[in-house]
Every structure is written in C-alpha cells, then in structure tokens.
C-alpha cells in the first residue's frame, strides 16, 4: 500500500513522459512485470499514429506489433473500449471465441515473454477511452497485486493524459 501511495504523490509532480514511464516500470517490476502501456482506445488520439501516452516494450515487441498491425486485433484495447471492468489478461483471454482474431496477438506477445498482465480502463479529461495494461511473465496475480495495479494504473493514466494535453487537473472537464 505504501509503494502505491508513494507512486500516486510522485506521478502528480511528473512533467516529461519518460520520467513517468521509468517510474511506473519501477513500481511493478516487483511483480514481476516487465512492461507498460498507457494510451487511448477512443477519439481522436486513438485513430491516429501515436495512440499511446508511453509504452516500455521491448523494442522487438513494439516493432512486431507496428508491423502485424495487431492494434486491429488486440483483444485489450477491444475490451477497454467495451467495458469500464479492470481485468487480468488471463480473464480476458479465456472469454474470448475459440476464433477470435485477438488470440494471434496473444500468441504474438507470448513468444515476447507477455503470458500474463492486468488491463485497466480509463477515462482521458475529454472524456475519450484509454488504458494502461501492464505485462511480464508470471502466473495469476492476488487481490492485492490487482488492487495495487488499479491505483498505479489510475495514478500513471492521469499524469500522461495531464502531461500529453498540458493540462491541470480538472482543466477540459465539462458538466452538461
């Protein structure tokens, strides 16, 4: 609890993307995951180019990714899209249909080490869908793992999105 808090407090003061990135790397490699990913899912950012905030893929996997276009099958990003639900990918995975395209992505970060992460979906200040999901090679995670990834997740999406746009917090939110 206290390694989450200590994120939270850090992420707010964050100015450059990268320090952020190293930051959230550093507080989940002690569950034995290797690499994360913030970004959005909808709206604009999401259709174009650079649809992530920041990722700390191994240079191999992101490239594999780019060139198998697997953005279009990706069974995460759907599911962040469709759902509000924090889940593990394993979860995920074992819902998907027997066919369902998004298990060539599976099989794809499998081979880069990715057999197991936590998906959670979030809401950018103007109000497009984004993620962060985090992965490595590991077994199942604890409620306490999860609700610890939760946080960082929250913590890490708001500062990138904050850092991305320019923006304070509470500055493009609208009440209708």
């Known amino acids: 609890a ?12 964050f100015a450059e993307m990268d320090d952020l990135s190293n930051a959230v790397l550093a507080a989940i490699a002690p569950l034995g995951l290797t690499a994360a990913a913030s970004g959005m899912v909808s709206g604009p950012k999401a ?7 920041f990722t700390n893929w191994p ?5 594999a990714y780019a060139a198998e276009n697997l953005v279009l099958v ?10 509000g639900q924090a889940l ?7 819902v998907l249909p027997e066919r369902d395209p998004g298990k060539r992505a599976i099989s794809a970060g499998a081979t880069f080490g990715f057999t197991e992460g936590f998906l959670v979906p979030m809401r950018a200040m103007d109000s497009s869908l984004g993620a962060v999901s985090f992965g490595g ?21 708001v500062a990138a999105d904050r850092i991305e746009t320019g923006g304070g917090r509470g500055q493009k939110g609208t009440l209708r």
């Open 88 to 94: 593990s990918w394993s979860t995920l995975f074992a």
């Open 47 to 53: 259709a174009s180019a650079n649809l992530f905030h």
């Open 137 to 157: 090679d590991r077994g199942a995670f604890s409620v306490e793992e999860e609700v610890f990834l939760e946080t960082v997740a929250h913590h890490a999406f």
């Open 59 to 63: 240079a191999e996997w992101a490239a």
């Open 74 to 83: 990706d069974p995460i990003p759907r599911w962040a899209r469709n759902s």
């Open 2 to 13: 206290a390694v989450a808090h200590d994120f939270a407090l850090q992420a707010r003061g």
